[in-house]
Nanobody, 117 residues
Framework: VQLQASGGGLVQAGGSLRLSCDAS????????VGWFRQALGKEREDVAA????????LYADSVEGRFTISWDNAKNTVHLQMNNLIPEDTAVYYC???????????WGPGTLVTVSS
């Protein structure tokens, strides 16, 4: 499985960005796709995740109500719509795939999101 995250950039506080995670290759019969982030000098943290059929999704408390994860099935892409961004959202964002929530076996390179105040 190969993953590629894109869509990062520089945005002012209050702005929006949409990240994309493009997946190719074989995956599990059922799986989840997760978004994670790691700020400079901090531990990696979960951001959001979605099941392969889009039926369920999870969000970190810190992004609940501001971020939305979704599937573009036609393109085999998972999007992370990020609204009302705050400087604390500044981090490198990664996507990953695994058989279930909490277990991710394939990771892609990150994309940097910088939110200026």
């Amino acid at each position: 499985v190969q993953l590629q995250a894109s869509g990062g950039g520089l945005v002012q506080a209050g702005g929006s960005l949409r990240l994309s995670c493009d997946a190719s290759g074989r995956t599990f019969s059922t799986y989840v796709v997760g978004w994670f982030r790691q700020a400079l000098g901090k531990e990696r943290e979960d951001v959001a995740a979605i099941s392969w059929n889009g039926v369920s999704a999870l969000y970190a408390d810190s992004v609940e109500g501001r971020f939305t994860i979704s599937w573009d099935n036609a393109k085999n892409t998972v999007h992370l719509q990020m609204n009302n961004l705050i400087p604390e959202d500044t981090a490198v964002y990664y996507c990953a795939v695994g058989p279930r929530y909490g277990k991710y076996d394939y990771w892609g390179p990150g994309t940097l999101v910088t939110v200026s105040s």
